[in-house]
C-alpha cells in the first residue's frame, strides 16, 4: 500500500497520508483518476457527483500516474471516499482489510463518520491514520493500544485544551506496556460483564418451481467485553460442529480451538469481533445422518418461511405483476412460533421506468378479520410499497408476520409506466427477512468459565439470523 486519501462528496481531498517515497503529484493523479472513473458511472442529467453509486469497480486499475502504473482501492462511509492505492504487486483483500479496520477504528474513536466529524476531529483523525499506516505498512491496528497513545476526543479533552491545561495525560500508561498486545495494563471496570451478539446470514437463490438452486451461511460472533484485570476465558458451544472455515481475533488461542472446538481467549477491552465461520451444511440436518442430497436441500427450505408466487407481464412501455406470499408448512420459524420481522420484497424494474402504482392486500385465512379496527389491522399487515425513483426499484415491505395460519396470504398487485418500447425488467426478486431469537446453525452457547480472577462476570448472550433470498421468475 502506498497510502490513504479521504475524499469528501464532491471529490475533494480532506485528509491523506504521508506518501514519502512518491513524488508530491502522486496522490493527487490517483484523485483525478478516481474522479473521472466515478463520474463516467453517472447518468447524464445528474448536475453533481454521487459516492452512492454501485457500478464503480472497487478494484481501479490506473495505467499512468506519477509513479507508473497503480491500483487504487476504495470503500465508501458516512458520505466519505476512502481510497488506497497501490503501486506494487499486492492482493487487494489485504487492502480492504486494512480499509476495514481502519474505518472500525474511527468509528470507535468518533462514533460517526461523516464530513463535519472528521473536520472537528482533523487532528485525532490525522494522528490516528498515521499510527495505523507507517510508510505504507500496517503498524497498530488494536484500538486498546492506539487509545494509550492518540486520546479519543472528548468534552473534558476539549475544555482542558482550550483552557490551556496540560500534562494530565500523563497519568495513562505508557503505551506498549501491557504484556498483551490487545489488551491494555490496568484495566478496571465497576460492574464486571460480557456480552456476546451471534448473527448468522443465509444467502439463497431459488428457482421458479420453489427448489432451492444454491445456498450460503455466514456465522459472525461479536462481542462487548468489560471485564478487569485480565480474565482468562473458555466459551464452549452446542452444536459447534457447525463451524466451518472459520476465522479468529488475535486473542483466540487456536490449538485450543482444533482440540475442543471451544474458544480460549484473553479479551481486548471493549467491542471486537470475536470470531467469523461458515456453517458446515450437514451441521444444519440437526443431528441427522445418512441424509442424501434432496433431503439437505429440503431441510435447508426449512429455514424459508415463504413461499414467493410471482406473475409479471410485459407489455409496451409497461407491465403488470402480482407478487403472493404465503407461509411455508412446516418451517422453523412458524413451527416454534419464532417472530419473522421486516419482510422486504424488491424488484428491479427497467432502466426506462417512469412510475408504478400497486395495492397490497392480505387474507388471514378464517382468522376472524373484520369490522372497522380489524381492517385497520388487515391493512397494516398486508405492508406497505414504495417507488424508488433513483434505483428503478419497486420495494413491498411487510414489518411482521405475527402468528399466520397455513392459509395466510400476501398480495401485491400492480402496474408500471415506462419509456422503453419493450421493457426489461430483472429476472428476479429480492426477498430479505430476519428472525430474532434463531441461527439456522442451532448453535448455543453453552458455558462461559473463567480463571485468573476471583470475581465472577455477568454474561449475555444474544442471537439473531437474517437472510437474502433471491427468487427467479
Not at 443465509?202 to 445456498?215: K, Q, W
Not at 424508488?388 to 411482521?400: A, D, F
Not at 415506462?418 to 430479505?432: A, D
Request: glycine fraction near 8%; proline fraction near 6%; charge should be neutral.
Amino acid at each position: 500500500m502506498d497510502g490513504l486519501i479521504i475524499l469528501d462528496g464532491s471529490g475533494r481531498p480532506i485528509i491523506q497520508s504521508n506518501f514519502r517515497n512518491h513524488p508530491p503529484s502522486y496522490p493527487l493523479s490517483i484523485v483525478d483518476a478516481f474522479n473521472d472513473a466515478l463520474s463516467k458511472t453517472l447518468p447524464e442529467n445528474r448536475a453533481t457527483r454521487s459516492v452512492d453509486s454501485g457500478d464503480l469497480d472497487p478494484v481501479l486499475y490506473i495505467s499512468s500516474t506519477a509513479s507508473g502504473p497503480a491500483i487504487c482501492c476504495h470503500v465508501e462511509k458516512g458520505g466519505l471516499r476512502f481510497l488506497c492505492p497501490a503501486s506494487q504487486d499486492i492482493d487487494p483483500l489485504f487492502i480492504f482489510a486494512f480499509l476495514e479496520r481502519f474505518l472500525s477504528v474511527l468509528q470507535e474513536y468518533l462514533q460517526d463518520i461523516s464530513l463535519a466529524v472528521l473536520k472537528e476531529h482533523f487532528d485525532v483523525v490525522y494522528q490516528v491514520l498515521e499510527e495505523m499506516l507507517d510508510d505504507g505498512k500496517p503498524l497498530t491496528t488494536e484500538s486498546n493500544t492506539l487509545r494509550d497513545i492518540v486520546l479519543p476526543p472528548s468534552f473534558f479533552n476539549k475544555v482542558l485544551s482550550v483552557a490551556g491545561v496540560s500534562g494530565l495525560s500523563n497519568a495513562t500508561p505508557a503505551p506498549f506496556s501491557s504484556p498483551i498486545p490487545w489488551r491494555k495494563a490496568g484495566v478496571r471496570h465497576n460492574k464486571n460483564e460480557i456480552y456476546f451478539d451471534i448473527t448468522e446470514d443465509l444467502d439463497a437463490i431459488m428457482a421458479r418451481n420453489g427448489t432451492l438452486l444454491s445456498s450460503t451461511i455466514w456465522g459472525r460472533i461479536d462481542c462487548n467485553s468489560r471485564l478487569s484485570g485480565i480474565p482468562d476465558l473458555n466459551l464452549s458451544f452446542i452444536n459447534s460442529k457447525a463451524f466451518s472455515d472459520p476465522s479468529f481475533h488475535a486473542c483466540v488461542r487456536l490449538q485450543k480451538f482444533a482440540q475442543t472446538s471451544s474458544l480460549s481467549f484473553v479479551p481486548p477491552d471493549g467491542n471486537f469481533v470475536l470470531m467469523e465461520y461458515q456453517v458446515s451444511p450437514s451441521a444444519v440436518t440437526r443431528g441427522s445422518t445418512a441424509m442424501s442430497n434432496g433431503g439437505l436441500q429440503n431441510q435447508l427450505l426449512n429455514f424459508v418461511p415463504l413461499i414467493l408466487k410471482s406473475k409479471i407481464e410485459v407489455g409496451e412501455k409497461g407491465g403488470s405483476f402480482t407478487f403472493t406470499v404465503t407461509p411455508r408448512s412446516g418451517s422453523e420459524q412458524l413451527k416454534h412460533r419464532l417472530g419473522v420481522e421486516n419482510v422486504v420484497l424488491s424488484l428491479g424494474l427497467d432502466s426506462g421506468a417512469i412510475g408504478a402504482f400497486c395495492t397490497a392486500s392480505f387474507n388471514s385465512g378464517g382468522q376472524g378479520f373484520g369490522g372497522s379496527r380489524d381492517k385497520e389491522r388487515e391493512e397494516r399487515a398486508a405492508g406497505v410499497w414504495a417507488w424508488e425513483p433513483n434505483k428503478k426499484t419497486l420495494r413491498w415491505t411487510i414489518p411482521s408476520l405475527g402468528s399466520p395460519s397455513a392459509s395466510s396470504t400476501w398480495t401485491l398487485k400492480g402496474t408500471w409506466t415506462s419509456t422503453e418500447q419493450v421493457p426489461r425488467p430483472c429476472r428476479s426478486i429480492m426477498m430479505h427477512f430476519q428472525t430474532p431469537h434463531m441461527l439456522f446453525s442451532g448453535i448455543k452457547v453453552d458455558q462461559l468459565r473463567m480463571t485468573s480472577e476471583m470475581y465472577k462476570p455477568y454474561k449475555g448472550v444474544k442471537i439473531a439470523s437474517k437472510a437474502a433470498v433471491e427468487w427467479r421468475w
